[in-house]
């Protein structure tokens, strides 16, 4: 089976901050990787994902970007932090011939004060 | 485009009652589906699924059945427990664009009270 790692677990930056935030994943090859953000209550965004090594997808507009330097490694950032750029970070892999149901990391909680 | 719908929460049962929370969805192509659960704190886990028409998936005494006439995929369990208590998400990925993208409800909170 495999394991998604996340870290850091919480984070708190002021605005205007850089970011990164990385995301691994075990036990699989080849996956499609997403990154989501929620909310405090509210439910799932989907910020970009990839297909490949190099290969991203934006959903959504934003101070945000997303690298894929290794098969297995995901990497959200950002020059400039938001306030609004607060919320529960999640990672999540969709593993080859797996249906397409995800398998998401522990998540990552940034708080921009 | 694809969409998901869910009950509104939070539902507040007692331990032991059924429950349900409703789901529909609209898609072009012909979705999987799924329900996932996010305990307080933490990520989603993939609760049941189901890829085709009149599949049921169960998982951990929870069931959901595939209704392509209702387009619904609603989601039971005849005797809850306290440690149900959390966030539960309806999604549907589609075929069609290749599953690379799921589309998630706006979940629904559960409570159990003891």
């Known amino acids: 089976s495999q394991t998604i790692h996340q870290w850091p677990a919480t984070l708190v930056q002021p605005v205007g901050s850089p970011l990164s935030l990385e995301c691994t994943v075990e036990?699989?090859?080849?996956?499609?990787l997403y990154w989501y953000r929620q909310a405090a209550g509210r439910g799932l965004q989907l910020l970009f994902y990839?297909?490949?090594?190099?290969?991203i997808s934006s959903e959504v507009p934003q101070n945000l970007s997303a690298s894929r330097p290794q098969d297995r490694q995901f990497i959200l950032s950002s020059k400039k932090l938001l306030l609004s750029d607060s919320g529960f970070y999640l990672c999540?892999?969709?593993?080859?011939?797996?249906?397409?149901?995800?398998?998401f990391g522990p998540g990552t909680r940034l708080t921009v004060t | 485009g694809d969409s998901v719908t869910q009950m509104e929460g939070p539902v507040t049962l007692s331990e032991e009652a059924f429950l349900t929370i409703n789901c529909t969805y609209t898609a072009t192509g012909y979705p999987s589906l799924f329900w996932y659960v996010q305990y307080p704190g933490e990520g989603l886990q993939l609760l049941l699924k189901a890829t085709k028409a009149d599949d049921k998936g169960s998982n951990k005494g929870f069931e959901a059945t595939y209704r392509k006439e209702t387009t619904s995929f609603h989601l039971e369990k005849g005797s809850v427990q306290v440690s149900d208590s959390a966030v539960y998400f309806c999604a549907l990925s589609d075929r069609n664009t290749g599953g690379f993208k799921t589309i998630f409800g706006a979940g629904t909170r559960l409570f159990v009270k003891a």
């Open positions: 999540a892999s969709s593993p080859a011939g797996s249906r397409y149901e995800q398998y």
């Open positions: 990839s297909v490949g090594i190099g290969q």
């Open positions: 036990g699989t090859s080849n996956p499609n």
